[in-house]
């Protein structure tokens, strides 16, 4: 028989165990405790300094208890913070039975010894608790922090003693203060859940909890309500859990100290939103509760805000006009969040920069409804030619010889941080606040994708953050989907709508003809449909390189509404213009013609959604129903090298016009 044990790497063998000390050390480590310089596995428990350092010298809250016999094994911890994990080592195979139960004995020797030590430091702070003497408000630190002694006993060697009590209300340890607030526990004893408590719990409607002494005391001199001593941050959710417990009818506030890294803040808020307490975090930098009152600032009004009456009176509520106001009345609602959505080409920029041009230009009627003037930021991701053309075209046909309203150059992400304080910066800086600001496209401003609810989200929050900064209204510029029952919504996430006070359809119609239809209003009536029409002007003075005139167009009222159809399109229509999207997305001109390769119209499909199937059998002639089949068929395009040529007359010349006026 062949040997095949070289197949693989050769024969397979049992990975190689990491050193033992190794892994004790990644386990401590993962359990957040730092190693100690050396580890015995001798079955005896040993302490050391894990690396908290007072001005007195480092307590030994680290503890650990390890057997070498067998299948190495035991325990360790950290006192301080409550620390206490079983171990045993990898050996690189399944375990017996019996050095499972092996394992199982030596991790209950080493909790029995862990425990002794506890006990024993628990007698040992007993009898130094007490028989120490009673400390006096004229100790140095009491003296420097401006608070009480409250209790607190003293050394021989002049420290304070703190006492920590469990949950059972034995002293479990103690911590030692020196004059210049170096702060040391006893050694071996357990901290995790152990606390004190200034001032007295009966009858009290209201506890604090905070970590150090003299914190806990300036609170409770201030408020006259009792303040619990957790001793620690980490100890700040096991301490509120006893707290809650024993006085459920009070209420229990966590006062956090405000240190540097977040730590203080971060255990206050787990452990108030645990077990239902409120949480204050001092608001100073680097500052708990005592540094706050001896800077002079008032602890009792920071722990007690004013009631802002968020609960009204419903008559009164009602009692008083405020109508609603509006930028254009009945259409764009101020200090609002607005879209407009259509399909491309459809003449939603045009209906959107005609709002926008009347207020900038102080023209106060639009389609016989009132216009508020007043300056205008268009946000523009795309398109900027075409926009200085219709600019230019609006300002002609409307004589108006000059604009308060500012164009972005490019667009931005302005759903993230950095794109919306780029956008805050920038129209700040302007002379006068804008009343509407336009993001002309949703696609171009949008970091991330437009059919997570989440990235959504994060656009509407950026919305609503322009409007509180600027008091204005931000208008939505968005593309529809591409199904016909799409039509009627934008493109993307249901979340768009739910944050909207007005949402609006641009219908296009025949060429040159749309519809503007209000499909939401959240305040007010739904508006009536207004009917338009682009009307082509020749800009005076204006020329291309061959001297021919550059032409663009104005929306007008339309004087024809019937020609604003609303029949179903017909198949060979929805060919067309999703062949036409695809072109002025992907497509260009060769020889003459109106050209759109293969390529360019796969990935138009991709980018607008479609299914990698989907568009095979787009883009397959044999496939009919299918735009390349139907229009093939028709006469409409023809094969022209790797793409196809548009050579119906119509169509052909209404994409030289939507050209001119672009």
């Keep these: 028989m062949a040997d095949v044990t070289d197949i693989f790497g050769g024969p397979w063998r049992l990975p190689t165990p990491v050193a033992i000390d190794d892994q004790i050390r990644q386990a401590m480590a993962a359990a957040g405790i730092t190693p100690p310089p050396s ?31 067998g299948i190495p094994a035991g325990m360790f911890g950290d006192w301080r913070m409550g620390i206490a994990s079983t171990w045993r080592a990898e050996v690189g195979r399944p375990l017996t039975i019996e050095e499972e139960a092996a394992i199982t004995r030596r991790q209950a020797e080493a909790r029995t010894k862990r425990d002794a030590l506890a006990d024993q430091v628990a007698e040992t702070v007993d009898i130094i608790w007490s028989q120490a003497g009673a400390a006096s408000a004229d100790h140095p630190y009491l003296v420097r922090k401006g608070v009480k002694a409250h209790g607190l006993r003293i050394t021989g060697d002049g420290r304070l003693i703190a006492p920590m009590f469990n949950g059972d209300g034995r002293l479990s340890s103690v911590q030692y203060i020196d004059a210049e607030g170096a702060k040391l526990y006893h050694s071996g004893g357990v901290a995790k859940g152990s606390h004190w408590s200034v001032g007295v719990f009966e009858g009290a409607d209201t506890i604090y909890i905070a970590e150090g002494f003299a914190t806990a005391a300036t609170i409770h001199e201030i408020t006259g309500k009792p303040c619990v001593v957790s001793y620690s941050a980490n100890n700040l959710v096991p301490v509120t859990e006893a707290i809650k417990g024993a006085y459920a009818d009070a209420k229990v506030v966590i006062v956090a100290d405000h240190d540097k890294g977040g730590t203080g803040q971060r255990y206050a808020e787990q452990a ?78 045009f209906a959107v920069l005609d709002w926008a041009l009347h207020m900038a230009a102080g023209i106060e009627i639009w ?37 308060e309203m500012w164009l972005s150059k490019a667009g931005c992400d302005l759903n993230t941080s950095e794109g919306r304080q780029k956008v805050i910066d920038h129209v700040g800086a302007l002379p006068t606040p804008p009343l509407l600001i336009i993001v002309d496209t949703v696609h171009r401003f949008l970091d991330g994708d437009e059919n997570s609810s989440v990235d959504v989200r994060t656009m509407i929050e950026s919305c609503a953050a322009l409007t509180q900064k600027f008091g204005c209204t931000v208008i939505l510029v968005h593309h529809t989907g591409v199904s016909e029952e799409a039509q ?29 239809i209000q499909r939401k209003a959240k305040d007010a009536e739904i508006a009536a449909p207004v009917a338009a029409m682009l009307k082509t002007i020749a800009i005076d003075g204006w020329v291309d390189e061959d001297g021919d005139p550059v032409k663009s167009a104005v929306i007008v009222a339309s004087d024809e509404p019937e020609q604003i159809k609303t029949r179903k399109p017909s198949k060979i229509e929805i060919h067309q213009k999703l062949f036409t999207q695809a072109w002025k997305a992907f497509g260009d001109r060769r020889d003459g013609l109106v050209f759109l390769s293969r390529e360019g119209f796969k990935r138009h499909l991709e980018v607008i959604g479609f299914a990698p199937g989907s568009v095979k059998n787009y883009l397959a002639p044999a496939s009919a129903g299918k735009p390349i089949h139907d229009l093939l068929l028709a006469g409409f395009i023809e094969v022209s090298g790797d793409g196809w040529a548009i050579i119906e007359p119509g169509w052909v010349a209404q994409i030289n016009l939507q050209e001119a006026v672009t």
């Design 272 to 349: 108030g939103a645990k077990h239902g307490a409120a949480v204050f975090v001092i608001p100073i930098p680097g500052m708990d509760a005592n540094d706050y009152v001896q800077a002079g600032n008032d602890l009792i009004s920071f722990l007690n805000p004013p009631v802002d009456q968020w609960l009204l009176q419903a008559d009164e509520f009602a009692s008083e006009c405020v109508p609603i106001r509006w930028l254009v009345k009945g259409w764009v609602q101020q200090e609002a969040l607005v879209m407009v959505h259509g399909p491309s080409g459809g003449g939603k920029t």
């Design 488 to 516: 009627h919504r934008a493109r993307g996430s249901s979340a768009w709508r739910g944050a909207l006070e007005i949402e609006i359809s641009v219908v296009p119609g025949d060429p040159g003809h749309m519809q503007l």
């Design 367 to 403: 389609n016989n409804c009132k216009v508020k003037p007043g300056p205008v930021v268009y946000l523009a991701g795309e398109g900027h030619q075409g926009l200085r053309s219709r600019i230019a075209a609006w300002k002609q046909h409307h004589g108006v010889p000059r604009l």
């Design 39 to 69: 580890i015995e596995l001798d079955g005896k428990l040993h302490r050391w300094q894990t690396g908290s350092k007072g001005k007195a010298g480092y307590d030994k809250p680290g503890w650990y208890v390890f057997f070498a016999d």
